[in-house]
């Protein structure tokens, strides 16, 4: 194990397994190009170490070059590419070959291909190190691929948090064991995504709500999203397993948090046993289930005075804020019995003031 900054990587790939697959992609391309000099053009700085090494196994006569590109600060994507430093000039009419070190979600990948699309060479393919196929969007293809890695974040062998790691010899992986997941109960009007607000802050913890991500789904024409949409347009129910594709989803393309609070799902004892069973397959674990609780009338006169100025017809009638509270009732008492039996139901009072709210559920965490 190693720390660099505030996290801790544990070993995932030992050298000898690296210069393989770079040997790998080498001799593919040396294959396909031995009869005329590729332009070898590296992504830096990530991908420095990997274009010596694979220099260093190619047979054939060559050129080198390399082109800089900036998504990532810290574990996370900005979602923003930058070019920092651009294509080389004089590769007209000549085959280009991009050597990436890792291919993920495809937005380098996207710049990479409009700077070279705008040239006039030959041809260019993608050869990239570590293949992330699990969340690559699939828009372009990757002509040579060294090995195809599970979404997890890793350092060294140029990779880097934070710019520590880089000239490490052997690839790790963030040590995912003081991951923190949590499933976040509570009636309407209790606090629950006020709470989950802070605690995402507080513990670097990503917050699904299933809500959310129905309606993002949805709003972007996902496949997902055109599913739910075609069962809720019947008046069906959406299967769980729709659900859980999602939520899945949610947790693939966020490998940087230290953990999950899921807010509106699990609803029933199938959906909790679903949702164990698919954490369990990325090897995590609910570590566990926070109610919040409060007394009816005071959640009743807080949602009627939200009531007044949220719109919601649901938050000005009272009858039919009980009948939430009843169902409420119905569906969690399962769910409670459900995490009792695993020793992970907690209940924190939820009235006071919102600090005091915070205080409490971190006492609940910081005890995991």
Same mark, same amino acid.
């Given at each position: 194990m190693i720390k660099l900054h505030d996290k801790y990587f544990k070993p995932f790939l030992k050298e000898e397994q690296i210069l393989a697959a770079i040997e790998k992609i080498a001799g593919e391309i040396a294959k396909d190009y031995n009869e005329e000099v590729p332009i070898f053009v590296g992504v830096l700085n990530g991908a420095f170490m990997f274009v010596s090494d694979f220099l260093k196994a190619y047979p054939h006569p060559c050129q080198v070059s390399f082109v800089r590109l900036s998504s990532y600060q810290g574990l996370t994507s900005t979602g923003i590419v930058e070019t920092l430093l651009d294509i080389p000039e004089?590769?007209?009419g000549k085959s280009v070959i991009i050597l990436e070190d890792v291919v993920?979600?495809?937005?380098t990948l996207k710049q990479l291909v409009h700077l070279f699309s705008q040239t006039n060479v030959k041809e260019f393919k993608i050869a990239t190190l570590f293949y992330k196929s699990e969340i690559y969007n699939g828009e372009y293809t990757i002509d040579y691929i060294g090995m195809e890695i599970p979404n997890n974040f890793i350092v060294g062998y140029g990779l880097d948090y934070n710019e520590l790691g880089r000239n490490l010899r052997e690839v790790y992986?963030?040590?995912q064991a003081d991951m923190?997941?949590?499933v976040l109960f509570g009636k309407p009007g209790a606090g629950k995504g006020t709470q989950a607000g802070f605690l995402k802050e507080k513990y670097n913890l990503k917050h699904i709500s299933t809500g959310d991500v129905f309606r993002y789904n949805i709003k972007n024409g996902t496949e997902l999203g055109k599913l739910a949409k075609s069962y809720i347009d019947k008046g069906d129910l959406v299967p769980d397993e729709v659900t859980i594709n999602m939520l899945k989803d949610e947790v693939? #393309?966020?490998p940087e948090a230290a953990?999950?609070?899921f807010d509106g799902f699990p609803r029933t004892t199938a959906q909790a046993e679903a949702l164990d069973n698919f954490l369990e397959s990325k090897d995590m674990g609910i570590n566990a289930t926070i109610a919040l609780e409060a007394d009816d009338d005071v959640l009743v006169a807080r949602l009627l005075e939200r009531g007044k100025s949220s719109g919601r017809s649901d938050d000005q009638d009272e009858n039919k804020?009980?009948?939430?509270?009843?169902?409420?009732?119905? #569906?969690t008492a399962p769910l409670k019995a459900y995490y009792e039996k695993q020793g992970k139901f907690h209940a924190v009072n939820g009235i006071g003031e919102i600090d005091e709210i915070t205080?409490?559920?971190?006492k609940v965490i910081d005890c995991l």
């Amino acid at each position: 194990m190693i720390k660099l900054h505030d996290k801790y990587f544990k070993p995932f790939l030992k050298e000898e397994q690296i210069l393989a697959a770079i040997e790998k992609i080498a001799g593919e391309i040396a294959k396909d190009y031995n009869e005329e000099v590729p332009i070898f053009v590296g992504v830096l700085n990530g991908a420095f170490m990997f274009v010596s090494d694979f220099l260093k196994a190619y047979p054939h006569p060559c050129q080198v070059s390399f082109v800089r590109l900036s998504s990532y600060q810290g574990l996370t994507s900005t979602g923003i590419v930058e070019t920092l430093l651009d294509i080389p000039e004089e590769m007209d009419g000549k085959s280009v070959i991009i050597l990436e070190d890792v291919v993920d979600t495809g937005r380098t990948l996207k710049q990479l291909v409009h700077l070279f699309s705008q040239t006039n060479v030959k041809e260019f393919k993608i050869a990239t190190l570590f293949y992330k196929s699990e969340i690559y969007n699939g828009e372009y293809t990757i002509d040579y691929i060294g090995m195809e890695i599970p979404n997890n974040f890793i350092v060294g062998y140029g990779l880097d948090y934070n710019e520590l790691g880089r000239n490490l010899r052997e690839v790790y992986q963030l040590n995912q064991a003081d991951m923190i997941n949590l499933v976040l109960f509570g009636k309407p009007g209790a606090g629950k995504g006020t709470q989950a607000g802070f605690l995402k802050e507080k513990y670097n913890l990503k917050h699904i709500s299933t809500g959310d991500v129905f309606r993002y789904n949805i709003k972007n024409g996902t496949e997902l999203g055109k599913l739910a949409k075609s069962y809720i347009d019947k008046g069906d129910l959406v299967p769980d397993e729709v659900t859980i594709n999602m939520l899945k989803d949610e947790v693939e #393309k966020n490998p940087e948090a230290a953990g999950f609070i899921f807010d509106g799902f699990p609803r029933t004892t199938a959906q909790a046993e679903a949702l164990d069973n698919f954490l369990e397959s990325k090897d995590m674990g609910i570590n566990a289930t926070i109610a919040l609780e409060a007394d009816d009338d005071v959640l009743v006169a807080r949602l009627l005075e939200r009531g007044k100025s949220s719109g919601r017809s649901d938050d000005q009638d009272e009858n039919k804020i009980r009948n939430r509270f009843d169902e409420y009732n119905q #569906k969690t008492a399962p769910l409670k019995a459900y995490y009792e039996k695993q020793g992970k139901f907690h209940a924190v009072n939820g009235i006071g003031e919102i600090d005091e709210i915070t205080e409490r559920l971190s006492k609940v965490i910081d005890c995991l």
